[in-house]
């Protein structure tokens, strides 16, 4: 391949891959890196998680090149294995209370133009919104906050899962439904006021 050292196109990253180019995880590395960081962020739930995550996906799948077959993307390939990583760090921290606190603690400081009643019906709601993600399985809520923070695509997921892409669609539906019966009080409330 000549001239495409700045090329991200899917086609020339996963042939790159493919024939084991010395430069391919350098280009998926510039090319990926912030979609990777953002699937790590989401499975780890820890920005330093996510960096270590993902710094071990590209040293595995550097180590396994001759492993990859092209049969889905190069971004799906690494998504997973950013995915695998997070689940093998929650191994050893899950008793850890410190990965054990609301998503709301780690930035609660608030408008400070709101009153103190529209602080602590936010903080409230924040509450409601956390535990109800929580409610959710792992595997859920990791594909909820990839599609919800992280845009991720119907097709992307569909690949990083080995799901097809209507049961992506049943699996957010599902999910979906759940939180909103969840949560359909609590916004009532949090909006009236």
Same mark, same amino acid.
């Given at each position: 391949?000549? %001239?495409?050292?700045?090329?991200?196109?899917?086609?020339?990253?996963?042939?790159?891959?493919? &024939?084991?180019?010395?430069?391919?995880?350098?280009?998926?590395?510039?090319?990926?890196?912030?979609?990777?960081?953002?699937?790590?962020?989401?499975?780890?739930?820890? /920005?330093?998680? #996510?960096?270590?995550?993902?710094?071990?996906?590209?040293?595995? #799948?550097?180590?396994?090149?001759?492993?990859?077959?092209?049969?889905?993307?190069?971004?799906?390939? !690494?998504?997973?294995?950013?995915?695998? #990583? *997070?689940? *093998?760090?929650?191994?050893?921290?899950?008793? %850890?209370? /410190?990965? %054990?606190?609301?998503?709301?603690? &780690? %930035?609660?400081?608030?408008?400070?133009?709101?009153?103190?009643?529209?602080?602590?019906?936010?903080?409230?709601?924040? #509450?409601?919104?956390?535990?109800?993600?929580?409610?959710?399985?792992?595997?859920?809520?990791?594909?909820? !906050? !990839?599609?919800?923070?992280?845009?991720? &695509?119907?097709?992307?997921?569909?690949?990083?899962? /080995?799901?097809?892409? /209507?049961?992506?669609?049943?699996?957010? &539906?599902?999910?979906?439904?759940?939180?909103?019966?969840?949560?359909?009080?609590?916004?009532?409330?949090?909006?009236?006021?």
């Amino acid at each position: 391949m000549t %001239n495409d050292a700045l090329s991200c196109s899917p086609i020339d990253i996963s042939t790159l891959v493919r &024939t084991q180019d010395a430069g391919a995880m350098d280009r998926v590395a510039q090319c990926y890196m912030g979609y990777l960081l953002a699937v790590g962020r989401c499975a780890c739930r820890d /920005e330093a998680g #996510a960096t270590d995550a993902v710094q071990d996906a590209l040293v595995q #799948a550097t180590e396994r090149l001759s492993q990859y077959r092209g049969d889905g993307s190069v971004k799906a390939w !690494l998504s997973k294995m950013v995915v695998n #990583a *997070c689940r *093998c760090q929650a191994r050893g921290r899950k008793n %850890n209370p /410190e990965w %054990n606190q609301p998503f709301d603690e &780690t %930035n609660s400081q608030g408008n400070s133009q709101e009153t103190v009643t529209q602080q602590v019906g936010r903080k409230e709601f924040q #509450a409601q919104i956390s535990s109800a993600l929580e409610s959710l399985s792992a595997d859920d809520r990791e594909l909820f !906050l !990839l599609i919800q923070l992280h845009d991720a &695509t119907g097709p992307e997921l569909a690949s990083l899962y /080995e799901k097809s892409p /209507e049961a992506i669609r049943a699996r957010l &539906t599902r999910i979906r439904r759940k939180l909103r019966s969840q949560l359909s009080e609590t916004w009532e409330l949090w909006q009236s006021s």
